[in-house]
C-alpha cells in the first residue's frame, strides 16, 4: 500500500486542523492505521492509531482529548482531525500502516509509511 499525507499548514495556537492520508492498493480495509509525528531532534512519536473497522482507537497521551483519528473504507483515506492545537504539536505529520495484528504504539511494528505532512503552531 502506498500512502500520501496532506492538509498540513501553518496555524496559531487554539486553531483547528485536519490531515487526511489517502491509500492505493488492494485491501486497505484491512490495515491497521496510524498516525506518528516527528519533530526536528525528537524522537518518533506515537500520535494515534485506528483498528480496520474504525470501531477502536487509540491516542497518545500528548493528544488525547485534543486529536480524533478517524477513516473511511470506502474512500481509502484515514484523518487526523486536530483541535486546540498548541505550538508543541508542531512536526511532520506520518500516516503508517500495518497489516497484521492489533493496533501498535510502536512504529517498528507498522510496514508502510509515506511521505509526511509539515503541522506548524505559531504561538
Known amino acids: 500500500v502506498q500512502l500520501q499525507a496532506s492538509g498540513g499548514g501553518l496555524v496559531q495556537a487554539g486553531d483547528s486542523l485536519r490531515v487526511s492520508c489517502a491509500a492505493s492498493?488492494?485491501?486497505?480495509?484491512?490495515?491497521?492505521m496510524a498516525w506518528f509525528r516527528q519533530a526536528p531532534g525528537k524522537e518518533h512519536e506515537f500520535v494515534a492509531a485506528?483498528?480496520?473497522?474504525?470501531?477502536?482507537?487509540y491516542y497518545g497521551d500528548s493528544v488525547k482529548g485534543r486529536f480524533t483519528i478517524s477513516r473511511d473504507n470506502a474512500k481509502n483515506t484515514v484523518y487526523l482531525q486536530m483541535n486546540s492545537l498548541k505550538p508543541e504539536d508542531t512536526a511532520v505529520y506520518y500516516c503508517?500502516?500495518?497489516?497484521?495484528?492489533?493496533?501498535?504504539?510502536?512504529?517498528?511494528?507498522?510496514?508502510?509509511w509515506g511521505q509526511g505532512t509539515q503541522v506548524t503552531v505559531s504561538s
Open positions: 503508517e500502516a500495518k497489516g497484521r495484528g492489533g493496533i501498535a504504539r510502536i512504529p517498528s511494528e507498522y510496514n508502510y
Open positions: 492498493g488492494r485491501d486497505f480495509a484491512s490495515y491497521v
Open positions: 485506528i483498528s480496520w473497522s474504525g470501531a477502536t482507537a
